[in-house]
């Protein structure tokens, strides 16, 4: 038997969240870990801090679902109307709720900040409303229930509003829906776009299970997620063996992660170190991988070789290579990774060059053709790429694509 998971609804308020000043982050949140509870966040509206437009989207989403969550709006200034039209929307009034005016006072007096006229509103609450403790700011969290509809108001500030719903609203959700987590299984995929993937997979019957599939693209990588639904374990299991055998060695991780990550783990785990030669990529795989804290336990460096003259003068790229193929080419990329073997004393050398664009292009080496190659004292393997997107894209997608060059060389595939 398929149940469809129980959902929920987001309301955020706040013109900052609308005309571009602040990112809104709590639908990623709260659909992450509502999901992980076998929840589903099944709609997310904006709405500006202006009572008649909170006041449709909540009333509106009160008809729809039985659980809705409004953050923000719960301070103390004119633009704070959550608590006004929640109490409007359960037949009530606002009430001074006198534990939280004293966590207020004390608050204050601990910091010895003189109190002004509105920093009591904090502690305003709609009555009757079970109230939750903020013990990451002022305003405090409430719950109110009405014709078995449940409303949840949760203040504005992320680290409040995952704050309280962390320790009140998650556990209300696992409580009231004990169905327990979904399983999920996340695939990282590089080197498809979004729709072959996604076309690839429905052709080979993912579209026939009763699964749910997200998919999120970034340059040169797509991440496949794979939830099960309530009652499909079967299909789940059949899902996961789909996408593995559809992908191959195009998926380098089974994990949301990306893909430097991936090789950074591979190196460590054969204790393998890596050296770098970046040519149009100038210094994107180095900046990538220095982010990962150790690191320098696998990689011994990058060179940047813009011009012809450091491919030749620090890499050793023989100049008769270069004029008779280019910079961009399969053998100076190939020069160039041994090269970067050499100079770095690494175990492989990872080459990148290639035509990031807008100009520069010709008919035979348009904008995106990119070589990368990774040598290993072997031999030295290069491939060569066409990538599309304007120029930041191109550089992004070359660099994961060389990264999960060196993934191929150390895990085979
Ligand atoms: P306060 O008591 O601080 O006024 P509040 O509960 O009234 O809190 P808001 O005024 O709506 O909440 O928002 C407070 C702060 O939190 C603002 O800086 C706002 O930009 C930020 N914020 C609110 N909602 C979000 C959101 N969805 N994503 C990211 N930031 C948010
Ligand atoms: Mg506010």
């Not at 076998?38 to 909540?58: I, K, N, Q, S, Y």
């Not at 006072?105 to 939750?132: F, I, T």
């Not at 970034?218 to 899902?239: K, Q, T, Y």
């Not at 910079?327 to 690494?346: I, L, T």
């Amino acid at each position: 038997m398929m149940s469809a998971p129980p959902r929920l609804e987001l309301i955020t308020s706040g013109a900052e969240l609308l005309n571009g000043a602040v990112l809104n982050r709590h639908a990623q949140w709260l659909g992450r870990e509502a999901a992980g509870l076998g929840w589903e966040l099944h709609r997310d509206t904006t709405v500006p801090d202006d009572p008649a437009a909170l006041r449709e989207a909540m009333f509106s989403a009160l008809a729809r679902v039985e659980v809705l969550v409004v953050s923000g709006g719960l301070g103390p200034t004119s633009d704070d109307v959550t608590r006004d039209v929640a109490a409007d929307w359960a037949g009530v009034g606002v009430v001074m709720h006198e534990p939280t005016r004293a966590v207020v006072h004390a608050a204050y007096a601990a910091r010895n900040k003189p109190l002004n006229d509105l920093v009591e509103r904090h502690a305003l609450v709609v009555d009757g409303a079970e109230v939750w403790p903020n013990t990451y700011g002022l305003a405090p969290g409430e719950h109110l229930t009405r014709d078995g509809r449940h409303l949840f108001l949760l203040p504005g500030p992320p680290r409040e509003f995952q704050g309280v719903a962390r320790d009140f609203l998650l556990p209300w959700l696992a409580a009231r829906h004990p169905a327990g987590p979904v399983r999920r299984q996340d695939f990282s995929v590089i080197g498809w776009g979004e729709s072959d993937l996604a076309a690839r997979l429905n052709a080979d019957g993912l579209a026939g299970l009763a699964v749910e599939v997200a998919y999120c693209a970034a340059p040169a990588r797509v991440l496949v997620r794979l939830a099960e639904r309530s009652g499909g374990g079967e299909d789940f299991d059949r899902a996961v063996a789909l996408v593995r055998g559809a992908l191959g060695g195009a998926v380098y991780a089974e994990a949301d992660e990306p893909v430097e990550v991936t090789v950074v783990r591979a190196l460590e785990a054969r204790g393998v170190t890596l050296a770098l030669a970046e040519s149009c990529t100038g210094g994107l795989i180095g900046a990538r991988l220095t982010e990962l804290a150790g690191v320098s336990r696998v990689l011994r460096g990058g060179v940047v070789c813009y011009h012809n003259e450091l491919k030749v003068g620090l890499l050793g790229v023989p100049e008769a290579v270069l004029a008779a193929h280019g910079a961009v080419s399969e053998p100076v990329a190939r020069a160039m990774a041994e090269g970067a073997r050499r100079v770095g004393g690494a175990d492989l050398g990872l080459a990148v060059t290639g035509v990031a664009g807008p100009d520069g292009g010709t008919a035979e080496k348009p904008v995106g053709l990119v070589y990368v190659a990774c040598a290993d004292g072997r031999g030295t393997v290069v491939r060569e790429l066409r990538l599309g997107g304007p120029r930041s894209l191109i550089r992004e997608s070359a660099a994961s694509m060389a990264l999960d060059l060196v993934r191929r060389q150390l895990v085979g595939g």
